[in-house]
């Protein structure tokens, strides 16, 4: 049976703020009215009205037994009479709860359950089942059904059973067609899988679960290896045939978070074969990415390497070029003693000889000169070398094709591959170099020998190059694989966008036709230009230079309100001492955030004690303590093997998200943070994490001068921490920064959002004007950024030497389709922006989608340039909210006290690291809210000052009164009280 916590079926006996009572148990003056004349006394008007409105809230009518009594005194409170005692017995009579059940159905137009919503439901399930595989997500998708067709709920475990029986149906029918379709021969080798072959240390079923290590020759070597070795064993997509692409992906998961003895285990027809063959497709298609990423990363590491040689050179060279410049003064020196040409000459030339002969110096100045402007391409070849017998093999086992019409760089590659073992320097002309840069043509082509020849060595080299930028780009695409697929098969068809564009453009209020969208850009972006240039006499603070460099007056500090020290230390005195596994006992009871973790099957967990073990696993992991070092403290809970186990296979990146979720779900019904954060506003940074080197993902950052990656968070202005994700060095940050916003699910839900310099981008800012979403950075170097003119005819007064480029209005306008259509795609679930952003991060000339995003994001920088600039409010704004992210870096450094360094290799147990530690964050911050909630109300009942201005500047990063170390324990028997999100003091007496 499915645990009804885990779903979205109602339960009325949470208690309720305020707020919320207002908000979902007001009686309109049509439902006092109603309730009057259908029900008789206090007793029957109560339960007519509880009946009333537990069914509009839950889409059920709630037993007497399960309503809160809160909810009973508010409905009470607007009926003008006192509880009576006798109300709960007028709802146990049998002839007036079908009286009132009845007339409640009728006045709110809904009908019971019966044989015709079950068919419905039935067929909904089935549908759902096709894509779904938690019965928990099934049957919440069975609740939104009923709700929507106004019908009312049965008992939970009638939608229970209906729908664990609908569920297995249709992965029996899966099963049975998988395994119809396999011949005998490969099941067996399916089964061998799972078979430690004599002559090997693991069996072909663990090696499948292998995670790649750093982007080395041997690791390139091992994976091109196992390639062949995937693409040697059975082809899975024939015989999968038909299942949805969740489903297959939800199979694989499943599959690879058992361990071989659970697979001999399982003895469902089919089951097993269709588990293996998910996984197997799924580890092909990232092998193929992550060898197509290894291939990435040594082509830029050639360049890299290239480019360090080229200052090493110029280094070398220093001496040369000095000593040459010496030579040319001393000859313009002797002109002027010099009565002719003649003389002049002769001085000359015995000065060259001097200095080593013509011959001599010549040679210095063409060492030198080869160099300069930054020529590193002839440095490429000698790296690009040593192993150039891996990216060749590596494309053998690959089919790449164009994403564009351009088919250039293809059949260069072909050329340059069937040259591959050529002893000659040249290739024979007729190759199109147009995707190449005019400086890559010239290199190619300078040392030809014949006419119309290449040098082989100088096209390998710029062919590597452009396919690099082309994959990363999206021009060319890899078949077969995830990451590196054909994003265009990702989106929406424009029949399917044209159906939800009204809608879209209403709720962002810009009109649906490309000329008319761009029309209104620019009439924007002139009447906000032309305010400011008439405000900027009197705005004190934003001037410019000569040069048309604009300068701001640095912010002066806050002021802290008076009496903030001893309001602070009053509260550090109050604060009840916690320990921190104890704080995640208390979130969880509150939230039930670990009612998402379990099996990947979806079924429940058969763990003894499953709650406590899945807390120690939160704290270990969270904490970064490890599974062995949390089972050295609590060896009666369970053991490292037992936790390690929980992690691989009951816990997964989006249950971490699910749990997050849960807890900011219940830290927003606090009335506390609104006066920290509106909740309208998230902040995103990333912070460097050491990994070790045995990954792929990390790298050597160069602002940190470390190793490891970047944990890239996203939190509320009310300090909860919303979304968390790994991404490696190296990669610009305003790639990830809309992921975490448009994957947030909770409550909260910000349309502005904060960043750095590394958070913003032209492409960013027009993806986020077409998302809805408010980009405010806070930017460094704004004297280095471009301000586009709205028309070229038109000048300003004052700030006419901002502006120094136009817009391509033509551009937007022709282009708007193709950008609504990416947009629509992303707001389906179809694309994420950063696997659009990766695309348009890398420039392309060719690229009219990214040339069009760049546009509008040109138009929207300035206008966010210009409200900078000459609003003094929004800079004090930027200022606050990103120090906030600062804040929680530093409290999740305190959280993470088991060591800097994330162990595994793996990238998704990277991932889960990160998550882990934002969630126990979260617990803490949901904690620190409750009892400063508490505390603040005992102190105003003492006599102590509680005013907003105070209030507003604590935060819930308040973490002296928690303890981290010594035994770990938990009393699961000793449980908090309900959470009581309570109005605050001063709050209370408006």
């Known amino acids: 049976m499915t645990a009804i916590d885990r779903t979205a079926y109602p339960r009325p006996g949470t208690r309720l703020t305020r707020e919320e009572l207002s908000a979902r148990y007001d009686l309109t003056e049509t439902d006092l009215a109603f309730i009057r004349t259908s029900a008789r006394g206090d007793s029957g008007r ?14 059920c009518f709630a037993a007497p037994a399960a309503v809160h009594p809160g909810i009973v005194d508010h409905l009470a409170a607007q009926l003008g009479n006192i509880v009576p005692q006798a109300w709960a017995d007028e709802v146990g009579r049998t002839k007036s709860l079908y009286r009132y059940q009845t007339a409640a159905r009728s006045y709110l137009s809904v009908t019971p359950y019966g044989d015709d919503a079950e068919q419905m439901v039935s067929s909904i399930v089935l549908d759902a089942a096709a894509t779904m595989s938690d019965p928990a997500d099934l049957i919440n998708r069975a609740v939104e059904a009923l709700q929507s067709a106004a019908i009312d709920l049965p008992a939970f475990s009638t939608l229970d059973r209906l729908v664990n029986r609908l569920r297995a149906e249709v992965h029996g029918q899966i099963y049975d067609r998988v395994a119809g379709r396999i011949a005998s021969n490969h099941a067996a080798m399916l089964d061998a899988l799972l078979i430690k072959p004599p002559d090997s240390a693991t069996t072909g079923f663990s090696r499948l679960k292998q995670t790649p290590g750093p982007a080395t020759p041997k690791t390139v070597r091992l994976w091109t290896n196992r390639l062949e070795w995937l693409d040697g064993l059975i082809d899975p997509d024939p015989l999968l045939e038909g299942v949805t692409h969740t489903k297959l992906r939800q199979f694989a998961a499943e599959a690879a978070a058992l361990e071989v003895s659970d697979l001999i285990d399982i003895a469902q027809s089919g089951k097993r074969h269709t588990l ?391 830290y927003a019904r606090f009335p506390l943070p609104r006066h920290w954060g509106s909740g309208r506003a998230a902040i995103a940074d990333g912070t460097h994490v050491k990994l070790r080197e045995n990954n792929l993902l990390g790298s050597q950052h160069v602002r940190y001068g470390a190793y490891g990656g970047i944990a890239y968070h996203h939190i509320a202005d009310n300090y909860i921490a919303l979304f968390t994700s790994f991404i490696p060095c190296g990669v610009w940050e305003a790639v990830h920064i809309l992921d975490g916003l448009l994957k947030n699910q909770s409550e909260i839900q910000p349309d502005t959002l904060h960043a750095d310099t590394q958070g913003q981008s032209e492409p960013v800012f027009g993806l986020c004007r077409l998302l809805g979403i408010k980009l405010m950075p806070r930017m460094r170097g704004l004297g280095d950024v471009t301000f586009y003119r709205p028309a070229k005819s038109i000048r300003y007064e004052h700030i006419d030497a901002l502006f120094t480029s136009d817009i391509d209005w033509d551009l937007i306008a022709t282009h708007a389709r193709d950008m609504i259509q990416v947009v629509l795609s992303i707001q389906a679930g179809r694309v994420m922006p950063s696997m659009l952003l990766r695309k348009l991060g890398t420039y392309n000339r060719r690229n009219l989608l990214y040339r069009a995003f760049r546009e509008v994001g040109r138009v929207e920088r300035t206008l966010f340039l210009l409200r900078f600039f000459s609003n003094i409010e929004i800079r004090r704004v930027i200022r606050a909210e990103t120090t906030k992210i600062e804040a929680f870096n530093d409290f999740l450094d305190w959280v993470s006290f088991g060591g800097p360094v994330i162990k595994s290799g793996d990238p998704v147990e990277q991932e889960k690291q990160l998550k882990y530690a934002s969630l126990v964050a979260n617990t803490i911050m949901l904690s620190n809210v409750a009892d400063l909630t508490a505390v603040l109300s005992e102190m105003a009942a003492d006599g102590h000052p509680v005013t907003p201005a105070l209030v507003a500047s604590l935060s819930p990063y308040t973490r002296a009164h928690i303890l981290r170390f010594g035994q770990y324990a938990l009393d699961m028997e000793n449980l908090p009280g309900p959470l009581d999100p309570q109005p605050l003091p001063f709050e209370n007496a408006l």
């Open 46 to 59: 109560l339960a007519l009205a509880m009946l009333l409105k537990t069914r509009r809230d839950f889409g």
């Open 276 to 666: 293996l063959l998910a996984l197997l497709r799924q580890v092909r298609m990232r092998c193929r990415d992550e060898l197509i990423e290894m291939m990435l990363r040594r082509i830029r590491r050639t360049q890299a390497m290239a480019k360090e040689q080229l200052d090493d050179l110029h280094e070398q060279h220093r001496a040369i070029e000095e000593n040459l410049i010496g030579i040319f003064g001393q000859v313009l020196e002797t002109e002027p003693t010099q009565d002719n040409d003649a003389a002049f000459g002769r001085q000359v030339r015995k000065l060259l000889s001097e200095q080593g002969g013509v011959a001599a110096l010549a040679q210095q100045c063409e060492t030198v000169s080869a160099w300069h402007r930054g020529n590193d391409l002839p440095l490429l070849w000698p790296i690009h070398a040593k192993h150039r017998v891996l990216p060749f093999r590596l494309l053998d086992l690959m089919v790449v094709q164009s994403a564009t019409q351009d088919h250039s760089l293809l059949e260069a590659l072909a050329i340059v591959s069937s040259h591959r073992h050529a002893r000659r320097n040249d290739v024979p002309g007729g190759i199109d170099l147009a995707f190449a840069s005019l400086r890559w043509q010239a290199f190619v082509a300078r040392r030809r020998s014949e006419p119309g020849t290449f040098d082989r060595r100088a096209l390998e080299v710029c062919v590597f190059v452009h396919l690099a930028d082309a994959l990363q780009s999206g021009d060319l695409y890899v078949v077969g694989a995830e990451t590196f697929a054909d994003y265009r098969a990702q989106l929406l068809p424009w029949t399917e966008c044209e159906a939800r564009l009204p809608a879209y453009c209403a709720t962002l209020g810009i009109p649906e036709r490309g000329d008319d969208f761009a029309a209104m850009l620019k009439a924007e972006l002139t009447t906000l230009a032309a305010d400011v240039d008439a405000g900027f006499p009197t705005n004190t603070e934003f001037s410019l230079d000569a040069d048309g460099m604009p300068h701001l007056k640095q912010l002066g500090t806050t002021a802290q309100p008076a009496g903030l020290p001893e309001f602070e230390q009053e509260i550090r005195a109050r604060m009840p001492e916690r320990h921190l596994l104890d704080i995640l006992k208390h979130a969880e009871h509150w939230s039930r955030y670990t009612r998402h973790f379990g099996p990947p099957s979806g079924s429940d967990p058969k763990l003894v004690q499953a709650v406590q073990r899945y807390l120690f696993t939160v704290f270990g992991y969270g904490c970064n303590l490890g599974p062995g070092q949390t089972a050295r403290h609590a060896p009666d809970v369970a053991s490292a093997q037992s936790l390690r186990r929980i992690n691989a296979q009951h816990i997964s990146a989006n249950k971490l998200e699910a749990a997050m979720v849960d807890v900011i779900d219940q």
